[in-house]
């Protein structure tokens, strides 16, 4: 079935050190994704998107990445602080102009070692 | 800055209770969501409206209804609570068409006993 999940449960990184969170998709369709960041006790924020017809965006600390041959999806953080610990979701949206679905994955658990 | 808030952060009722958990938005989003996060099953979507009035069942409708009188507000409610429900709630909020971050409260943690 359709599904959004991520390879890693948990990461634990130094502080300084370059993240990587991956997230695998099923649904070709698929034309928007998106990352959240949840830090405890709150609801989840969003970080950056990524649209179906790119395969690369770049923000403030942070990239996505998405390979739509393979269907995978990756979050990398830049010189990873410990502000940064939290559980990170990834999303996808099956349709840019009608409301379709919205599939979250399972999340990655991200602990900055100081 | 936008805002989602929702009506409790913690919240404490018996089996068979009627529950109702509020969330409004001031961001004149079409859209609204109401979902539940358990550990390990991450975010399920309960119900959404994209209209006043109207609504669609998610994932996991069972045991909940909703309404949305008005753009900013849409309520979840359980008929008769149960322990299963024990839970947290998230709201959210996003634009009408699709391709939108959504907007998210910060939960309402409900436990059932």
């Known amino acids: 079935g359709e599904s959004v999940g991520l390879h890693l449960p948990t990461l634990s990184v130094q502080e300084g050190d370059n993240s990587i969170i991956n997230c695998a998709y099923s649904n070709s369709a698929s034309d928007y994704f998106i990352w959240y960041k949840q830090e405890s006790g709150k609801g989840p924020q969003f970080i950056i998107d990524?649209?179906?017809?790119?395969d690369k965006r770049q923000g403030q600390r942070v990239t996505v990445l998405l390979n739509k041959t393979v269907k995978h999806l990756s979050l990398q953080i830049a010189a990873t602080q410990p502000g940064d610990s939290a559980v990170y979701f990834c999303?996808?949206?099956?349709?840019?102009?009608?409301?379709?679905?919205?599939?979250f994955g399972p999340g990655t658990s991200l602990s900055v070692i100081p | 800055d936008v805002k989602v808030t929702q009506s409790s952060r913690y919240l404490v009722k018996r089996t068979g209770e009627k529950v109702f958990l509020e969330c409004v938005q001031d961001?004149?989003?079409?859209?609204m969501f109401w979902y539940r996060q358990d550990p390990g099953l991450g975010l399920r979507l309960i119900y959404f409206s994209y209209d006043v009035k109207m609504k669609e069942k998610g994932d996991i409708p069972e045991g909940y209804s909703v309404s949305r009188e008005k753009k900013e507000r849409f309520s979840l409610i359980l008929e008769s609570a149960s322990t299963n429900q024990t839970s947290m709630y998230l709201c959210?909020?996003?634009?009408?068409?699709?391709?939108?971050?959504?907007?998210f409260g910060p939960g309402t943690r409900l436990t059932v006993t």
């Open positions: 959210a909020s996003s634009l009408w068409q699709g391709g939108h971050e959504q907007y």
């Open positions: 990524i649209r179906s017809n790119m």
């Open positions: 999303a996808e949206n099956g349709s840019e102009t009608s409301y379709d679905k919205v599939i």
């Open positions: 961001m004149d989003h079409e859209n």
